[in-house]
């Protein structure tokens, strides 16, 4: 009887956590199972067909608001396919009523709740017996036995990669060094858990050691890093201080950071860190609606002190659709959002999860929301669908014109003239096309020096795009830059590998192809800083952050 474990993550580069937890927990218990990995990007006939490859006789599914109507689709092709095969679902979807859930999903064999790496071994161990699972946690159509089982320690689980000789170098990986949260907020299914478990720092250091000489980024999934900032920060040292290039990503409470965490992430080796802050609102009725009692203004201070050290790589979260916040009111949040200058902001509509205590606003006539997965809101009393209409139109903008390219010189100097929000407006309205050249365009009316923005948009095409033609509204100087690049590399070596010491050693040919020169106005190299110059090397070669190099030519 062979038990496959369906994971079906949110997309191509994510691996899942929760998976190879409980895999190596069945592993470990002498049950073993296969896991067959996908994501949301595939069809269900794709998946399900590996999946037939397989022949499961029990296939158990991690549930997520992201995949839950391809795993239904999934679930019913093979139920179809297979009527003896045994359906098992756990994950955050198994929630609320499961009356209902059995009710409408007549494939389904058994449901768990509660933590999987006590639940599913229980289940399995009880099935391969031939006996009927009846351990906590485990629902079946006749009888329900809710969700209280729960890891006493989480230095009890086994290491969740150490059955993985290689893993993918392109992939995210997750890690988990705490469980639960210490806040409540009211949209969080993570609120509902009392406490904070901690594996033992000397467990994790050994795991993070072994994992980041495998993987290029973990993530921690840690509901908040920092909740507790002193065994944060010492991870942290731990962490840049460990050898390779491994990035690390964090969700962490600003508010929460001291003097002590800015010393220490001050340390150039922190541009291996990424942190993922959540904001919100800033709207104080909407935080208290949403059971968020942290000081916005103190928030994005201490953001904007962190972006301004210029090491760690920050992310800011906005949600849309808050209680008592109205478009206008959002439109706020996301100026002050923009005005700390995170690397990235994510702007994420509300979702009304099952089970959480926002869950009672689906009683509420004022509020439109989605009743299946992934259970966004579309309208509220203070925010119609028109409205959310246009944030997501901003927010595909946002995505394009600034996550997508970083935080560039042309964004900035425009973002002196216009808030962001009306920035965002007329991006929106900017069409297909090259992103510098469409910023150019839209505005270079509300700018008082549109020559300086066509310029600045030359300058962040020429260092973003390594092979690209300039777009003819920014192209300058004929063929010029290339001629007076040729010359650069063919003549003095030695010259040239002052001007590029991270070159030095490779050949002329080499260094060429992945270089770019652009020649600037004084205004341009003044407004950069540059006002020596009048040239910039792009080496595309370098990444972002050290690709520029100004020099003169003649
Ligand atoms: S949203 Fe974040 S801080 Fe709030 S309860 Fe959930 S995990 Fe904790």
Request: proline letters at 6%.
């Amino acid at each position: 009887m062979k038990a496959v474990l369906l994971a079906v993550n949110a997309s191509f580069s994510h691996t899942s956590l929760a998976a190879r937890y409980l895999a190596a927990a069945c592993v470990e218990q002498g049950l073993p199972l296969s896991l067959v990995e996908s994501n949301i990007n595939e069809r269900a006939e794709v998946i399900t067909a590996r999946l037939v490859k397989e022949e499961p006789a029990i296939l158990l599914c991690s549930v997520y608001i992201w995949n839950r109507r391809l795993v239904e689709d999934i679930c019913t092709r093979l139920c179809t396919m297979y009527p003896q095969i045994t359906i098992v679902w756990g994950g955050p979807e198994v929630n609320g009523s499961l009356e209902d859930m059995f009710s409408r999903l007549p494939f389904l064999t058994y449901l768990c709740q509660g933590e999987g790496e006590e639940v599913l071994p229980a289940l399995l161990a009880a099935l391969w017996a031939g006996r009927e699972p009846s351990g906590v946690g485990i629902s079946s159509r006749q009888s329900h036995r809710g969700a209280s089982a729960k890891v006493a320690s989480l230095d009890t689980l086994p290491d969740p990669y150490e059955n993985e000789a290689i893993l993918s170098p392109v992939k995210i990986h997750y890690f988990e060094s705490s469980r639960g949260c210490p806040y409540s907020c009211a949209y969080c299914l993570s609120a509902r858990e009392e406490g904070v478990r901690y594996m033992s720092l000397g467990l994790a250091k050994a795991r993070l050691a072994a994992l980041s000489t495998k993987v290029k980024l973990i993530k921690f999934v840690d509901r908040t890093f920092n909740a507790d900032p002193a065994r944060a920060r010492e991870l942290w040292q731990y962490l840049l201080n460990l050898p390779g290039d491994c990035r690390f990503h964090f969700e962490i409470c600003a508010h929460l950071l001291t003097e002590q965490d800015f010393a220490l992430l001050d340390d150039p080796r922190a541009t291996r860190f990424q942190f993922e802050v959540g904001l919100q609102s800033t709207l104080p009725s909407a935080l208290t609606a949403i059971n968020r009692p942290m000081r916005p203004d103190l928030v994005l201070a201490k953001v904007e002190r962190l972006v301004a050290q210029v090491k760690v790589e920050v992310h800011l979260d906005l949600i849309a659709g808050l209680p008592s916040e109205g478009k206008s009111e959002f439109l706020g949040s996301l100026n002050a959002a923009m005005a700390a200058r995170p690397h990235r902001l994510h702007l994420g509509f509300l979702k009304i999860l099952p089970g959480t205590t926002l869950s009672a606003l689906k009683d509420n006539h004022g509020y439109g929301i989605l009743p299946y997965a992934p259970y966004e809101v579309l309208r509220t009393p203070v925010m119609s669908p028109r409205d959310f209409a246009e944030l997501k139109e901003l927010e595909r903008a946002l995505e394009r014109f600034y996550n997508g390219r970083g935080s560039t010189a042309a964004l900035s100097y425009a973002l002196q003239f216009l808030p962001p929000s009306a920035l965002l407006a007329k991006l929106a309205l900017s069409g297909e096309g090259l992103v510098e050249e469409k910023l150019y365009l839209a505005l270079c009316g509300d700018v008082p020096e549109p020559e300086l923005l066509r310029e600045l948009c030359r300058f962040d095409f020429l260092a973003l795009e390594p092979h690209r033609q300039l777009p003819p509204s920014l192209a300058s100087g004929g063929g010029e830059e290339g001629r007076l690049l040729r010359e650069i590399i063919y003549g003095d070596i030695e010259q040239l590998w002052r001007l590029l010491p991270k070159s030095r050693g490779e050949k002329p040919g080499s260094i060429l192809r992945s270089l770019r020169l652009g020649l600037f106005g004084q205004q341009t190299m003044e407004h950069l800083g540059f006002a020596a110059s009048n040239a910039f090397i792009f080496d595309h070669s370098r990444p972002v952050s050290e690709r520029t190099t100004p020099l003169t030519v003649t």
